[in-house]
Structure formats: C-alpha cells, structure tokens
C-alpha cells in the first residue's frame, strides 16, 4: 500500500494581493489528509472520500485508463474529481498505465467545510501518488496562488509568493512570544475561493503599492515581539484590503464590540479568523454562536 499526506493551510498576510505577487505569511496546520493506494484486481479506479469522523461521504468508481464515471454516490464531485485524474494522467502519461485496479482512499483529519484546504491537499497528494508538479495540477484544476500546495509540502511557517508565474518559497520560524494570545474562529461557513478570486481579479486598483504595504505588513508580523504590535499590524491588514475589496472588515461586520483585533484569513467572508485576547474572551464568541474555537497550539503545525 502507498501512502502519502498533505498538511492543512491558513494565510495569515497577503490575501487576494498574493496573486499578484505580494508575499504572504503562511502556516501549516495540525490537520490535513490522507491519501491511500492498494492495487487491486477491479480495472477501475475504486474513490472513497473519508472525513475526520471515518465516515465516507462519497464514493465513485471510474475507469482505469479515461476515468470515465462508472458509478458514484455524488455526480458534480466525481466529475470534478474526473478532471483532476485526466489532468494528472496528462501530465505524466505513463500514471496508472501498467495498473490492474485500484483502491484509493482519502481521508481527511477535520471537517471539510472548515476550508483548511481540502481542495489543495488533495491535489497536492494526487500529484505525489502520479508524480507530477503539483503547481501544474492546481493551475489546471482549481487555480490560485499556490501557497496552500506550498504549505502541504512545508512543516514550518513559509513566506510565499508567485513572480512570472513561478512559487517563491522561504521557510521561516514563526513563533512569537504572545502565541497562546492567538486563537482561530470558524465562522460557520464555507467561502468559495475561486468565487472570490474572480472578484478581486476584476478590481481596478494600484496593485503596485498594495503588493508594496502588504510585504512590509508580511516583513513586520516575522519580526513582531509584542502583542500590541502584532494587532496594530493585524487591523492595518484588515483596513487595506477592506479599502481595497469595497466592504467592510469582520470585526465591523459581525463582532463590533470585541475589544481586541480579528483578521480575516484567506477569502473574506468565510473559513477562518484570527484573534487575540485570552481563553476568557472567547467567551464573547461563543455567546454569538461561535463554538469552534481552536488556540494557537491545536491549530498549528
């Protein structure tokens, strides 16, 4: 049996301008997902998506050699899985070739809405299992930045970033004093990356002087030894690219009275947030519905 595994991600800087070549901080996270090879005698392609409970959640059977859709319990997620299968064969003709069948299982390690990278990780693990370029498979799958393929591949905090269509990554340590005064918040909903990708890309705006203010805001969080730096750093983030998308911050949104600093990770409006304060303040969270409530430590890798 093969076995291969891709870590979680979470973009603490950088956000919509790391498509355009700013430098983000990224983290990797404790979670992340599975992916299980076992030959089999079948002539097809036997999928089973598992999450973190063990349960499976999906199942398709595809041809061995088009990966064409036998049978499958979710027609939209075999097709897209479909496609991601013929890109990888695409790219390295001779993936599967001599193969009789197999049993291939993926498994998550948390919740596949909370939007640590289901998408990336999956993709990252297939491109190990056909032994292509990972960059390559997500450019012709799912698109983005590729920070998220970075941070599957990386056990430590990297600086990312994408020039002439090419990733830039810098490994760094990223372990501040104030850590245990840093917790992540799912706001119970997903948001579609791609969607929110498309709008930004539509923006007229000087991506110039924002690739600019986000690397110092990216250089500064690196070299942050105070909380109150950290979160003066935090909400200048917040207040450029609310400037910058035309809509308000989280914290403006939905948790105008919290008395420390929160920023949005990834694309706005879903997914994650960061916060500071203690495990006492989390409580204002809680009593607004918001239960998932991970500190710095269960969080990250």
């Not at 991600?9 to 990224?26: R, T, V």
């Not at 859709?69 to 939209?76: L, R």
């Not at 924002?210 to 110092?216: A, D, G, H, T």
Request: glycine share 6%; charged share 20%.
């Amino acid at each position: 049996m093969k076995k291969f595994y891709s870590n979680g991600k979470l973009l603490l800087s950088g956000e919509y301008a790391i498509l355009d070549g700013a430098e983000g901080l990224a983290l990797p996270t404790k979670f992340g997902q599975y992916l299980s090879i076992r030959d089999s005698g079948t002539g097809a392609v036997n999928w089973r998506s598992i999450d973190e409970t063990n349960t499976v959640w999906f199942t398709a059977d595809f041809d061995l050699q088009t990966f064409k859709i036998i049978e499958t319990s979710d027609t939209a997620i075999a097709h897209r899985l479909s496609e991601i299968l013929n890109e990888a064969k695409t790219a390295n003709p001779k993936f599967l070739e001599k193969s009789k069948g197999v049993f291939a299982d993926s498994t998550l390690t948390f919740p596949k809405n909370w939007g640590l990278g289901s998408s990336s990780t999956l993709i990252n693990n297939i491109s190990k299992w056909a032994n292509i370029d990972p960059y390559r498979l997500l450019d012709a799958t799912f698109g983005g930045s590729g920070y998220d393929i970075a941070c599957a591949q990386h056990n430590s905090a990297i600086v990312y970033s994408k020039k002439q269509n090419q990733p830039y990554i810098r490994e760094v340590t990223f372990n501040p004093k104030f850590k245990n005064s840093i917790f992540f918040i799912y706001l119970n909903q997903k948001k579609n990356s791609r969607d929110a990708i498309d709008a930004y890309r539509k923006l007229a705006l000087d991506k110039v002087d924002l690739i600019s203010q986000i690397n110092r805001i990216t250089t500064s969080m690196l070299n942050c030894n105070n909380l109150p730096e950290f979160e003066k750093l935090i909400d200048t983030h917040e207040s450029l690219i609310s400037e910058t998308l035309g809509i308000a911050t989280i914290k403006e949104e939905l948790f105008h009275h919290y008395p420390n600093s929160i920023k949005s990770l990834g694309a706005w409006g879903g997914d994650f947030v960061m916060t500071t304060g203690n495990i006492d303040k989390m409580s204002y969270f809680k009593n607004k519905g918001y239960t998932t409530i991970l500190p710095f430590s269960e969080m990250i890798l």
